[in-house]
């Protein structure tokens, strides 16, 4: 579990992805700070690492990274942690078409392709 601090590649992503599920990273941006938490079992773990480094639980939003999988569709936007009824997301994507552009964004910045 860590908050990057240089880009990772996507051979680099594809390991850590090998590691814990196979074929998938489950990551946490803070689309405020710029930043993303990566490599746990849960989205909860990232998003409580975050949160301890000083980030603020309504810009955190969990995805999926899944780099064997070509284009922006590598990411997948799903995770319990999205729930927020109090920000108008109902459900464990990330129903804000601009938000989801900020999270694409902010990978491509720290995921090299």
């Known amino acids: 579990m860590k908050i990057l601090k240089e880009p990772v590649t996507i051979d680099e992503l ?3 992805a090998a590691d ?3 074929d998938l990273v489950k990551a946490v941006v803070d689309v405020s700070r710029g930043e993303i938490a990566l490599d746990a079992e849960l989205h ?3 998003e409580a690492l975050l949160l301890e480094k000083g980030a603020l639980q309504k810009d955190l939003w969990g995805i999926n990274l899944y780099p064997e999988v ?3 569709d590598f990411i997948e936007f799903d995770s319990m942690i999205n729930v927020r009824p109090s920000q108008g ?3 464990s ?3 804000d078409g601009q938000l989801r ?3 694409v964004e902010i990978v491509h910045i ?3 392709r």
Do not use: E, T
Request: aromatic share 8%.
């Open 93 to 95: 994507g990330v129903g």
């Open 110 to 112: 720290w995921i090299k």
């Open 44 to 46: 909860s773990d990232l």
């Open 14 to 16: 594809k390991a850590i």
């Open 101 to 103: 552009k900020k999270i």
């Open 89 to 91: 997301n109902m459900g």
């Open 20 to 22: 814990m599920f196979g």
């Open 70 to 72: 070509p284009g922006d």
